[in-house]
């Protein structure tokens, strides 16, 4: 039995657990749903099941970075509950903000500011001086502004704006949306298919942020509304940037993590915005997850253990 590592990374729409060796190698990887606590019931049983059968390794710490959690919050313990029940007594367990993880592996330990966009949204300042700050983070009943449910959701409000008002500027894009949703694009059938699409999701916050891939690609194709969309995301991430950089006094640089800046145009909106184009993270969110845990375990995580992490992550691809 060797001695091994683990992380998860577990956000709205997918959870991600992997486990390596003191050499930085990957020993086993595993995919589950999203996992967060707010909109899942069942996000228990992900994470469980994730976690199910680990007891072939010699776990020597474990870094559990989870969409919602906080340590302040009462209704957390219930996170902490589930991991300490899968993994037993004996595994030495650091819970964390999945932002946190993000920041740690963009910014391998040093200063920085970490957008992250995905499924929700939220920033996190970290000045490796004083108590991380988070900016936004409010969930999608209160903020979430730039993430890719709010994107989202503000494209199915433009369509059915359309079909309530049909209103022929809006017409060219309700059209393109409603086509690339597999839905019928006459406005006399699209309102009871897109509430009918809406109602059969498995998860509906999950498939409204999958839009958010939908909008890029309109944009690319031409469509200024889908364009003005990823812009007006970029505009509040970039002022999130902003208000956490006022706050901290200093101008740290900025990284990303998320789905969302899988879109050039969002990317280089924030970049405009800014004034300066980004940090490549370091180390995906999983990555900064598995650093800590090494760290924790007290292995000597040198800049070359690093580079093999990160090559060894890539490959999991």
């Known amino acids: 039995m060797n001695d091994a590592v683990l992380a998860v990374d577990g956000g709205g729409t997918h959870t991600r657990a992997m486990i390596v060796g003191p050499d930085g190698h990957v020993i086993e990887h595993r995919l589950a ?77 040093a200063p920085g500011i970490l957008a992250l966009a995905g499924t929700g949204s939220v920033i996190w300042a970290d000045d490796c001086r004083h108590p991380p700050l988070r900016i936004g983070g409010w969930g999608y009943m209160l903020g979430d502004e730039g993430s890719g449910y709010w994107i989202g959701r503000m494209a199915l409000h433009r369509v059915a704006r359309y079909l309530d008002a049909r209103h022929a500027d809006d017409a060219d894009f309700a059209t393109r949306l409603l086509r690339a949703m597999d839905l019928p694009s006459d406005p006399d059938r699209a309102g009871e298919a897109l509430l009918e699409w809406q109602r059969v999701q498995p998860h509906a916050r999950s498939a409204i942020a999958a839009l958010a891939r939908v909008l890029d690609r309109l944009a690319h194709d031409g469509s200024a509304d889908a364009r003005s969309i990823l812009l007006d995301a970029a505009r509040c991430l970039a002022a999130q940037v902003t208000v956490a950089r006022t706050r901290l006094g200093q101008a740290l640089p900025w990284s990303y993590a998320g789905s969302v800046f899988h879109s050039r145009i969002v990317m280089d909106g924030m970049t405009h915005l800014l004034g300066e184009g980004p940090q490549v993270p370091r180390l995906p969110p999983i990555g900064g997850a598995l650093m800590q845990a090494a760290m924790c375990a007290d292995w000597p995580v040198d800049a070359a253990w690093l580079d093999r992490l990160g090559t060894e992550i890539a490959s999991t691809r």
């Open 33 to 109: 749903d999203g996992c967060n606590a707010y909109d899942k019931a069942d996000w228990a049983d992900t994470l469980t099941g994730l976690l199910r059968g680990l007891n072939s390794y010699r776990l020597r710490a474990a870094t559990i970075g989870l969409a919602g959690y906080c340590a302040q919050r009462p209704s957390s313990r219930m996170q902490e509950d589930a991991v300490r029940n899968a993994l037993g007594p004996d595994v030495m367990i650091s819970m964390r903000p999945d932002v946190d993880i993000a920041c740690a592996g963009a910014f391998v330990g």
